[in-house]
């Protein structure tokens, strides 16, 4: 079932200002969680991953945090462009169980406004 | 460096029928997974192949199979095609495999009339 998820299905921010795409998880077994951008007629493309041994991630322009005490998982975009309008998945892998892979959320659609 | 290709990227097949799709990783990649996306399901793993043997695999039923070749290219099959097959059937393509970064191809897009 799905155990990613929960989240604004939209999230519309200014141009320029800063972003947070929030997702929860369920299985506290979980050791590796992803952040996947989806533009609009294209695959999915890797943002930035983190493992269950860190709490935070910081790449160019974004961050993913991690608080594994209330299983929840987020992506910080900073001074966010049009560029970064797509939308947004998380995805955990759940070792072990009948389908050890990548679980994907729903996703949340950022939309940049002028 | 030429990224995943998945071919077709469209596909229209009839109920019943069966369809075979095709995916090259990157070059050097040995882990190739299939997920299928929908708008009501979202993406959802397959199966996972590393050099040529299936290494994990999602809750579908068996009418879905895959196979990976020696040169890490690797086809999905579906067989006796339902209408709720329709979907974009995207492959992602690792060095490593699970927790490790992959890159994803452009998907294609199946539907079953």
């Known amino acids: 079932g799905e155990s990613v998820g929960l989240h604004l299905p939209t999230l519309s921010v200014q141009e320029g200002d800063n972003s947070i795409i929030n997702c929860a998880y369920s299985?506290?077994?979980?050791?590796?969680f992803i952040w996947y951008k989806q533009e609009s007629g294209k695959g999915p493309q890797f943002i930035i991953d983190?493992?269950?041994?860190?709490d935070k991630r910081q790449g160019q322009r974004v961050t993913v945090l991690l608080n594994k005490t209330v299983k929840h998982l987020s992506l910080q975009i900073a001074a966010t462009q049009p560029g970064d309008s797509a939308v947004y998945f998380c995805?955990?892998?759940?070792?072990?169980?009948?389908?050890?892979?990548?679980?994907f959320g729903k996703g949340t659609h950022l939309i940049i406004q002028p | 460096k030429a990224g995943v290709t998945q071919t077709p990227r469209y596909l229209i097949k009839t109920r019943g029928q069966q369809v075979t799709l095709s995916c090259s990783p990157i070059?050097?990649?040995?882990?190739v997974s299939w997920y299928q996306q929908t708008p009501g399901q979202g993406l959802q793993f397959l199966f996972e192949?590393?050099?040529?043997?299936?290494?994990n695999k999602g809750n579908f039923p068996g009418r879905f199979s895959g196979r990976q070749f020696s040169n890490s290219r690797s086809e999905m099959n579906v067989s006796t095609l339902e209408l709720g097959d329709s979907a974009l059937y995207l492959c992602?393509?690792?060095?490593?495999?699970?927790?490790?970064?992959?890159?994803f191809g452009q998907g294609t897009r199946l539907t079953v009339v």
């Open positions: 995805a955990e892998n759940e070792p072990g169980g009948g389908a050890d892979g990548l679980t």
């Open positions: 070059s050097g990649h040995r882990s």
């Open positions: 983190i493992r269950s041994n860190m």
């Open positions: 299985n506290s077994a979980s050791d590796y």
């Open positions: 192949y590393f050099s040529e043997t299936q290494r």
């Open positions: 992602a393509s690792s060095f490593r495999g699970w927790k490790t970064e992959a890159f």
